[in-house]
């Protein structure tokens, strides 16, 4: 039997977010599809730690999991290779590197000695000198562009968002505050941009594959680097379970938003909503937010009249289909938004931006509504809020796309096309 050892950046598993449902997915498509036994290495995120994991998927032989990285190795990676060395890592790269963890990496590469590794973001790509003298096939899976993300995420003049997202946790709140001044916030993305994008485009060099979620990124990434490397593999959801008819009731002039409330984009996102166009439909309307949500962001909109926060639930379905029409316009971002394709799945009209349909083959009001115009999208909103007909035909023609393009069956069949 074939092996796969993938290093990934967190245990996926429960899923709760829409990278964990890729993690999840690929390995389970890989082991029922290809044949593979699946060792995973796992850097573990905030809240995670090696006791408190759930039971491992049936589909996975082995679990390691990483060395915890301390305060002084990540100051002194910052210092040594984000700051003074030539060839510059990004911050993020500094924050998850260590020898402990090359050195076991390296170790457990030899032992089972796998066919394939893939490596999950470029924040671990360096890893890759722990195992390039095992003759297999190497893949980084970059998921999308993270340096256009945080180009157009400095971009952005008015967030007030933790830019730090998940990796504010790992920082006191004193230095939460300093970097999240402004003036800090945009030299920081735009610097990590520049040292991203040479990162990039270095480990597409080094690695034999690379996976992008995105057509349009991944022929960007073979351009800027003379290479055919680069590999689209669509987001797939699991349509079956999303196309469920289950039993909801609708709530009249109500619209819903999906997003993990850690990340800057989200938070960003929900509050172009709340703030430029729940006060301009005439109609009363509900929103219902779906997501982990700290304290601190109910409070801030605590005065804003019919907005729900649910946070973090079991089965998103079912709030979804509560309401008529799910609204997520994104601040910025890259790659393609599992959320969007979840939401039509389900058969529900979508109103989104330019962002939002990134990565999409759609056309506004066909699979989709696609308004960058704050005023467009109010139109939309209210147009399919008070027509029956247009939601369900909008919702239909969206699921029939996702079905035919974006189910797990449909993506597994690209990794056939990368020899595995």
Same mark, same amino acid.
Request: charged letters at 30%; one cysteine or more; a neutral charge.
């Given at each position: 039997?074939?092996?796969?050892?993938?290093?990934?950046?967190?245990?996926?598993?429960?899923?709760?977010?829409?990278?964990?449902?890729?993690?999840?997915?690929?390995?389970?498509?890989?082991?029922?599809?290809?044949?593979?036994?699946?060792?995973?290495?796992?850097?573990? $995120?905030?809240?995670?730690?090696? $006791?408190?994991?759930?039971?491992?998927?049936?589909?996975i032989k $082995?679990?390691?999991?990483?060395?915890?990285i301390g305060s002084a190795e990540k100051i002194k990676n910052i210092i040594s290779k984000t700051i003074f060395r030539k060839d510059k890592f990004p911050f993020q790269c500094s924050l998850f590197y260590s020898k402990k963890n090359f050195i076991s990496i390296s170790e457990f590469a030899d032992k089972i000695r796998p066919d394939t590794v893939i490596v999950d973001m470029v924040r671990l790509a360096p890893y890759y000198y722990s195992f390039r003298n095992i003759n297999c096939k190497k893949i980084l899976d970059m998921d999308d562009v993270l340096?256009?993300?945080?180009?157009?995420?400095?971009?952005?003049?008015?967030?007030?968002?933790?830019?730090?997202?998940?990796?504010?946790k790992e920082v006191s709140s004193g230095i939460n505050r300093i970097l999240n001044l402004r003036i800090f916030k945009n030299a920081f993305l735009k610097f990590e941009s520049k040292l991203m994008k040479k990162a990039e485009e270095k480990y597409t060099l080094l690695y034999d594959n690379i996976i992008l979620v995105s057509e349009k990124e991944a022929e960007y990434v073979n351009k800027a680097t003379g290479t055919e490397k680069a590999i689209a593999i669509p987001v797939g959801v699991d349509y079956d379970y999303l196309s469920e008819n289950i039993d909801v009731k609708a709530i009249n002039n109500s619209l819903s938003f999906m997003g993990n409330l850690n990340v800057a984009a989200n938070v960003d996102s929900l509050d172009i909503i709340i703030r430029k166009i729940l006060p301009v439909i005439e109609n009363e309307v509900t929103l219902i937010v779906i997501g982990t949500c700290s304290e601190?962001?109910?409070?801030?909109?605590?005065?804003?009249?019919?907005?729900?926060?649910?946070?973090?639930?079991?089965?998103?379905?079912?709030?979804?289909?509560?309401?008529?029409?799910?609204?997520?316009?994104?601040?910025?971002?890259?790659?393609?938004?599992?959320?969007?394709?979840?939401?039509?799945?389900?058969?529900?009209?979508?109103?989104?931006?330019?962002?939002?349909?990134?990565?999409?083959?759609?056309?506004?009001?066909? $699979?989709?509504?696609?308004?960058?115009?704050?005023?467009?999208?109010?139109?939309?909103?209210?147009?399919?809020?008070?027509?029956?007909?247009?939601?369900?035909?909008?919702?239909?023609?969206?699921q029939k796309f996702v079905q035919q393009y974006h189910d797990w069956n449909v993506v597994y069949k690209v990794f056939m096309e990368m020899g595995m």
């Open positions: 039997m074939k092996k796969l050892l993938f290093v990934t950046t967190r245990r996926f598993w429960p899923v709760d977010s829409g990278r964990k449902l890729t993690l999840y997915h690929y390995c389970r498509g890989l082991y029922e599809i290809y044949g593979y036994e699946i060792y995973i290495y796992s850097f573990l $995120e905030a809240g995670q730690t090696p $006791e408190n994991a759930e039971p491992t998927p049936c589909f $082995e679990v390691v999991y990483s060395n915890k340096s256009l993300r945080y180009e157009r995420q400095a971009q952005n003049k008015v967030s007030e968002a933790n830019f730090l997202g998940n990796y504010g601190e962001i109910e409070s801030k909109y605590k005065d804003v009249k019919n907005v729900e926060f649910t946070g973090r639930v079991d089965d998103f379905r079912s709030y979804i289909k509560t309401s008529k029409v799910f609204l997520s316009p994104i601040a910025y971002g890259s790659g393609i938004k599992t959320k969007i394709l979840e939401a039509m799945a389900m058969g529900m009209p979508v109103v989104t931006n330019s962002i939002g349909a990134e990565g999409l083959d759609v056309k506004d009001g066909r $699979e989709l509504i696609v308004k960058d115009d704050y005023t467009e999208i109010v139109s939309a909103v209210k147009e399919l809020l008070n027509n029956e007909a247009l939601r369900k035909d909008l919702g239909e023609r969206g």
